[in-house]
């Protein structure tokens, strides 16, 4: 039997059920968790899921789920905490929220939401069980179970994917006969999700009626919450009067003719891609394109020529991108995507040249400065390579891909002390501690260092040590 939880909800499901111990949703005062101990308990889980196989570590995929994300939770009235969302690599149709601002998306979801504003309602609802408290206050029930049990258990359900007995194992260790009725949300917990949800997709500019209407079309793909539901039917408890609540509170709203982005078809279209065997999704995206049967044209086009770069089509690719370039220089995905190509057909200067331009038009994008440093290492660049990470790097400290670039210019450039260092920087953002402290031994044991690095590397070493201790 193939398991579709809810990553947190289901660690969460091994915990006795007491919803009568939770606080009155309308306080959201901090008697729950201190907003530190709720980014703990996130961030341990998060390692969990960054090394499972379920985990989409693209990052155009990100950006875009940010993008929205973002755009939710500047009005929403209770964001007191930073928010990261992220993509998982499941066709199920699920969303989950952990403690801390985590917020994970199904590619399932993305696939089958039929608009933007669809995909922004359930992204509301999910910040919402966030600022709400909902997820604290179940923790904080539960105060007998400690965080590093919470993340054993989350990892032991993310491993079970490909071993239903493990999982049966892993659950019954830690007292599953609660999962049935620790696993979804509680009814009170769900209105007052939609209720905060809706107040946010409204002052956000998407139309609130998405909501319902998302609801709706779920409710009507089965009577009953059973094996064969949808995932978020199972973990987020979808009834009639749950619904008709939710159009009741958008009954008076005026209705919003809200186009979906570019972003939002193209993003969709590199799943399809990257999803199907690279022959049917060329003919999948070569049949919408001949009966015009796409909702955004240019999307279609960049999933067929992402789908004949998969299988290694690249002259018909190179051909099919001239229909596209046209949109490069307003998109970075279809950039990023002329990138790819050139470089895969042998056009390597090009493709530098390429890869300059278009980091100057868009100097915030993450992927095209991955592609762009990965290119300039295999073109014997590593000093520029390093000058593009270290900028990034200053913007983010704790991008594990780019320590992994910054490793390989400084294997280039002959610098293994610097090597090994950026490459235990790699593993902490992974949360991986023991190999993060192997590689900064590794690097104390080459000889190529000055006396301040060396002094760096042992004071980072301890710091890992003393933070490995915490978690035992």
Not at 25 to 38: F, I, K
Not at 145 to 174: F, V
Not at 187 to 206: C, H, M, P, T, Y
Not at 359 to 377: C, D, G, N, W
Request: charged residues 20%; glycine residues 4%; aromatic residues 8%.
């Amino acid at each position: 039997m193939r398991i579709h939880p809810l990553i947190f909800l289901a660690a969460m499901a091994v915990l006795p059920a007491r919803a009568e111990s939770l606080p009155d949703l309308g306080d959201v005062s901090q008697a729950t968790l201190s907003p530190a101990q709720e980014r703990a308990v996130g961030y341990n889980i998060m390692r969990q899921i960054r090394q499972s196989s379920s985990y989409l570590d693209d990052p155009e995929v990100a950006t875009y789920l940010n993008q929205i994300g973002f755009r939710l939770v500047a009005v929403s009235p209770e964001a007191r905490q930073d928010f990261l969302f992220f993509a998982m690599q499941d066709t199920s149709v699920n969303a989950f929220a952990l403690p801390g601002g985590y917020v994970g998306v199904h590619s399932g979801l993305l696939l089958t939401a039929q608009s933007e504003s669809e995909l922004a309602a359930v992204l509301a609802h999910e910040v919402s069980h966030v600022t709400q408290k909902h997820i604290a206050r179940m923790i904080a029930a539960q105060q007998r179970q400690g965080m590093a049990s919470l993340a054993a258990i989350a990892l032991a359900i993310l491993a079970a994917r490909s071993n239903p007995q493990a999982a049966a194992g892993a659950i019954m260790a830690a007292q599953a006969q609660a999962m049935s009725s620790a696993l979804a949300f509680s009814r009170d917990n769900e209105r007052d999700a939609d209720r905060v949800g809706v107040q946010i997709l409204q002052k956000s500019g998407f139309d609130a009626h998405a909501m319902p209407v998302f609801l709706e079309r779920l409710q009507r793909s089965t009577r009953s919450i059973e094996t064969g539901a949808p995932s978020y039917l199972r973990t987020h408890p979808v009834t009639y009067e749950r619904i008709a609540d939710v159009q009741n509170r958008t009954y008076d709203l005026p209705y919003k003719q809200v186009p979906d982005s570019l972003d939002f078809h193209l993003v969709r279209a590199k799943l399809r891609a990257l999803q199907k065997d690279p022959r049917d999704a060329i003919a999948y995206f070569d049949d919408l394109i001949a009966e015009r049967k796409f909702s955004n044209e240019t999307a279609a086009r960049y999933g067929l020529v992402a789908s004949l770069l998969r299988a290694k089509n690249t002259d018909r690719a190179l051909r099919e991108m001239k229909v596209l370039l046209p949109q490069a220089g307003t998109q970075p995905m279809i950039a990023s995507l002329n990138g790819r190509l050139l470089w895969a057909a042998g056009k390597r200067p090009e493709a530098l040249d390429w890869y300059a331009h278009a980091s100057k038009l868009f100097p915030t994008q993450r992927a095209l400065a991955y592609e762009y440093a990965a290119a300039l290492i295999d073109a014997r660049r590593a000093d520029e390579s390093k000058l593009l990470t270290d900028h990034w790097l200053q913007k983010d400290p704790d991008d594990g891909k780019l320590y992994e670039l910054q490793a390989r210019a400084f294997a280039q450039l002959g610098q293994p002390m610097m090597e090994h260092r950026s490459l235990a920087e790699a593993y902490v953002s992974i949360g991986n501690f023991p190999l993060a402290m192997e590689q900064l031994q590794l690097a104390l044991r080459s000889s190529n260092g000055d006396f301040y690095e060396v002094s760096g590397i042992e004071a980072r070493l301890r710091e890992l040590r003393g933070l490995t201790a915490k978690q035992q």
